[in-house]
């Protein structure tokens, strides 16, 4: 009898499953390559970088070589290609490694310049300086906001789309344009989905 409860106890145990929760930049333009960093649970020995398009592939960003070693990969990081062709869209980016492949995240390729935001613009004073045009990749703190500053022309005609339930992301965006004094002039939540 002890040996037919181990036996079932063992035929009962699953191996991991791995979870992609992120990929960052969560993006990038058509016709370029960008380098990306994956996180999640379980995506040991990470090896592969699968896409739903053909025109997007990733190969494992590689570490610098030494006197004493050769280049070796860098763990969850990779160089994704975006070929010209690929229309502008959100596809589906999986990890795959030693327990197999992962759930789905997205991953946006857009036609417009891209720009990681590098942090520390929480303030108006500290405001990072955009270009009109521009998608900008970033991460922000919980109940904080980040600052980007945009020199417009008198009457001049901008669109801004904050994009994050879309592709995945916990952030529940709130859009407010300043004027060059500080003061509110229009605030916009809600819209395409929760973005």
Request: glycine share 10%; aromatic share 6%; no cysteine.
């Amino acid at each position: 009898f002890f040996a037919l409860t181990i036996a079932m106890a063992s035929a009962l145990a699953q191996l991991p499953s791995p979870q992609l929760t992120s990929v960052f930049p969560p993006g990038g333009k058509l016709g370029t390559t960008v380098d990306v960093s994956v996180a999640g649970a379980d995506l040991d020995e990470a090896d592969k970088l699968l896409f739903s398009h053909a025109g997007i592939t990733a190969a494992a960003k590689m570490g610098t070589a030494t006197a004493l070693e050769p280049a070796k990969p860098v763990a969850n990081a990779f160089t994704v290609s975006i070929a010209a062709d690929v229309p502008p869209g959100i596809y589906e980016a999986r990890v795959h490694g030693r327990f197999g492949l992962s759930n789905p995240r997205s991953f946006v390729v857009g036609s417009t310049a891209d720009a990681i935001d590098p942090g520390g613009n929480t303030t108006a004073e500290k405001a990072l300086e955009l270009p009109l045009g521009t998608t900008i990749n970033g991460r922000v703190d919980a109940s904080t906001y980040d600052y980007f500053r945009l020199n417009l022309a008198a009457g001049q005609r901008v669109i801004f789309e904050v994009t994050a339930r879309r592709i995945d992301s916990r952030l529940d965006g709130t859009l407010v344009l300043l004027d060059p004094n500080g003061r509110e002039i229009k605030r916009a939540k809600g819209g395409a989905g929760a973005d």
